[in-house]
């Protein structure tokens, strides 16, 4: 209990409440826990958890309302349980009480801060993030009533959600509004998301409040234009997502289609290409395709990459015929590195057998010496 009552004093001198506009003292992490949890804190952080899991909204607020009045907890222990309160109003449906309250914690600004070491220097950050706690807390609310207030309109197709389609004030949807119209698009039934198909195909290369729902819509549909269409106009993030979904969802002959237009964004190539290695296990044209791409100066060195990933007898044995009759220099650059990183007993062999046979010209005969240095049997 001294030792309690010590820290709580070293907190005390450390961050003074009266320093106006002065920086909070970090301390060490076991510290600062030390100091925020304490038993009458720990009790009190129970109960409003409790209040939390059982999604009861106003025993959350009430007992959060108790810590902020509570003039005998010091800084860290009120810090500590204005955290877990802002954490807990995810789990509560939000009344005006309950927003007023997330207002209120979000312009907390955090006095615990604790040394985070990056590289040979160390920072001061917060322990406990309130405000980032209670900003979470208000985009999930707006993300639950977006869904529920989605999920009524589905039927009715694009036309009605002037929201999404620029038709109504306010073009731009916030992040967490346009999560939840995915969130209740991915939970509709496949003849609702088949009424959307069109506008979506239509509308996706102007209007990127879609992406996310096309994405959804090319999955659940097994749709190759969709996905075509996502690959090409989505945004990178939502476009590179939707890639695991291809070789999963359509036929080797649409998939290899869908990665081969994927290919031509810089942002998408190297994950397609890699997909593509998926398909070329039991598809030759794929695998046909990743060989062609081999002298790519773009992407190249992730086509050698996808084909090494194969660790496969026939694929190694193909990359060192290529070795053996091409004297492209970026074509060979690329076997090699496919080679190297196939990494097998057979593609080590093959690179020594490359490098003893007479070469075709003198550049050949400059890339093997070059490829000696960097090249081990």
């Not at 234009?225 to 036929?251: C, K, M, Q, Y």
Request: hydrophobic content about 55%; overall charge neutral; some cysteine.
């Amino acid at each position: 209990m001294k030792r309690v009552i010590c820290l709580l004093a070293a907190l005390a001198v450390a961050l003074p409440a009266a320093a106006v506009g002065a920086e909070p003292a970090a301390v060490d992490r076991a510290t600062a826990d030390k100091l925020a949890n304490t038993p009458r804190a720990a009790e009190r952080a129970t109960a409003l958890k409790a209040a939390a899991a059982a999604g009861h909204t106003a025993r959350l607020v009430t007992a959060t309302r108790s810590v902020l009045d509570d003039a005998a907890l010091t800084g860290a222990e009120r810090e500590r349980l204005l955290y877990d309160a802002a954490l807990g109003l995810r789990q509560v449906r939000p009344d005006a009480a309950a927003r007023a309250l997330a207002d209120e914690l979000a312009a907390v600004a955090p006095t615990v801060m604790i040394w985070h070491g990056e590289g040979h220097h160390r920072v001061a950050i917060p322990r406990y993030e309130v405000a980032a706690a209670a900003a979470s807390a208000r985009s999930h609310w707006q993300r639950i009533a977006a869904r529920d207030d989605a999920a009524g309109r589905l039927a009715g197709g694009l036309a009605a959600f002037p929201e999404l389609t620029g038709s109504a004030a306010g073009t731009t949807l916030s992040s967490p509004a346009l999560r939840g119209i995915a969130d209740a698009f991915a939970d509709a039934s496949d003849a609702t998301i088949a009424r959307w198909r069109q506008d979506l195909l239509h509308g996706l290369p102007h209007n990127r409040q879609l992406d996310a729902l096309a994405a959804a819509a090319a999955r659940r549909l097994s749709d190759p234009a969709l996905f075509t269409a996502v690959v090409i106009h989505a945004d990178d993030a939502v476009a590179l997502a939707s890639l695991p979904d291809v070789p999963a969802s359509l036929s080797a002959g649409d998939a290899r289609q869908v990665l081969a237009t994927a290919t031509a964004r810089d942002a998408l190539a190297s994950a397609s290409l890699l997909r593509m290695a998926k398909l070329a296990r039991g598809d030759a044209a794929s695998l046909d395709y990743l060989f062609a791409a081999l002298g790519n100066a773009a992407h190249g060195g992730s086509a050698a990459a996808a084909l090494a990933s194969l660790h496969s007898e026939p694929v190694t044995d193909r990359l060192a015929a290529v070795l053996a009759a091409s004297d492209d220099d970026l074509t060979l650059r690329r076997c090699v590195l496919a080679l190297r990183l196939t990494a097998t007993e057979r593609a080590t062999l093959a690179l020594s057998d490359w490098r003893q046979a007479p070469s075709a010209s003198p550049a050949v005969a400059a890339l093997k010496a070059e490829a000696a240095k960097w090249v081990q049997p």
